[in-house]
């Protein structure tokens, strides 16, 4: 029964950390870039940066830059779920082997 719960709770864990991940690379990029526009001469290449990655984004949330990112964030907590989910099952055949 412990097996169980720590597969339980190793797979909430890779749930989360999954879905929470793409959330602050984004965030953090676009913090990055207010940060270094407020540098004299580059509020031009950092704004057409920032705009196309909210258009990128936006590509994946029907038109909506928050849709996108909570899409990809999802997919990224699937996949996170799918391997994680791989790693348990490789790891019990080869307990077993062993």
Same mark, same amino acid.
Do not use: K, W
């Given at each position: #029964?412990? =097996?169980?719960?720590?597969?339980?709770?190793?797979?909430?864990? @890779?749930? =989360?950390?999954s879905f929470?991940?793409? #959330?602050? %690379?984004?965030?953090?990029? %676009?913090?990055?870039?207010?940060?270094?526009?407020?540098?004299?001469? !580059?509020e031009g290449?950092?704004? +057409?940066?920032?705009?196309?990655?909210?258009? /990128?984004? +936006? @590509? /994946?949330?029907?038109?909506?830059? %928050?849709?996108?990112? /909570?899409?990809?964030? %999802? @997919?990224?907590?699937?996949?996170?779920? !799918?391997?994680? #989910?791989?790693?348990?099952?490789?790891?019990?055949?080869?307990?077993?082997?062993?």
């Open positions: #029964m412990t =097996i169980f719960t720590n597969f339980l709770r190793s797979l909430l864990l @890779t749930i =989360i950390f929470v991940a793409p #959330m602050f %690379l984004v965030g953090g990029v %676009l913090l990055l870039l207010s940060l270094i526009g407020c540098f004299p001469g !580059l290449l950092t704004e +057409a940066i920032a705009t196309q990655i909210l258009h /990128f984004l +936006a @590509t /994946f949330g029907s038109g909506t830059s %928050l849709r996108g990112l /909570f899409v990809i964030s %999802l @997919t990224c907590s699937f996949v996170g779920a !799918l391997f994680d #989910m791989y790693a348990y099952y490789r790891c019990q055949i080869l307990r077993i082997d062993s």
